[in-house]
């Protein structure tokens, strides 16, 4: 009996150490990895399913992979870069966290070979000076970039970990920031496009309108990092 006991808390123990080995060191998941209807957008070893914006492959420099995360490196000269896959309607899930002073973006429905989306702003509010451009707060962090402003957001500093959230069902949109929607809008409407009318998106035929495009992590110059980037797409 005493010898079944002594087994029995090895075992426990073993049991323990590898459990507090998986928590602290994380499971990275392959690019395309599917795991409860979520799939894996940036793997965090390499940069599989991603290219540059405006080329066929991934920038040289501007962007590092290290510890599970995704860089885009202070004037590094790296570039805009988008997913290879395009998207209708999904749900896309990523965490980032700022340097102080920095900018940067989520674009989404980005047609090939372009740079322009729908934007997700991310932005160091307190430090940087588009936080006081636009109307109404309208690019702030995690607002509709230049067309409606985020609310009721509750903002983790440079340094913290946020999570996001860019929710599309049909024309219907959400911007999500540490678990509280944000942003809310539907594409198309006369509201929708009286707000392109008076943006920086005037000029652009059908803005945001396209049915389907890519998601488009931004370069604007300063370090971003970003993490678990993951979608799951309601059309597949």
Known sequence: MKSLAVIFVVILGSLLLNSCASSRTGKIETAGTVTNDWVMLFDGKTSQGWKGAQISQFPDSGWVIEDGMLKVVAAGGGGDIVTVDQFSEFDLSWE??????????????????????????????????????????????????????????????PGVWNQARILVKGNHIEHWLNGQKVVEYERGTQMYRALVAKSKYREIENFGLHPQGHILLQDHGDTVYFRNIKIRDYKN
């Open 96 to 157: 980032f966290t700022l340097t102080p002073g920095a900018n940067s973006g989520i674009k989404y429905f980005v047609q090939p070979g372009t740079f322009f989306g729908l934007e997700y702003q991310i932005l160091d509010d307190e430090k940087h000076p588009d936080a006081k451009q636009g109307v109404d707060g309208n690019r702030t962090l995690a607002s509709l970039y230049d067309l409606i402003p985020a609310e009721n957001k509750m903002v983790h500093p």
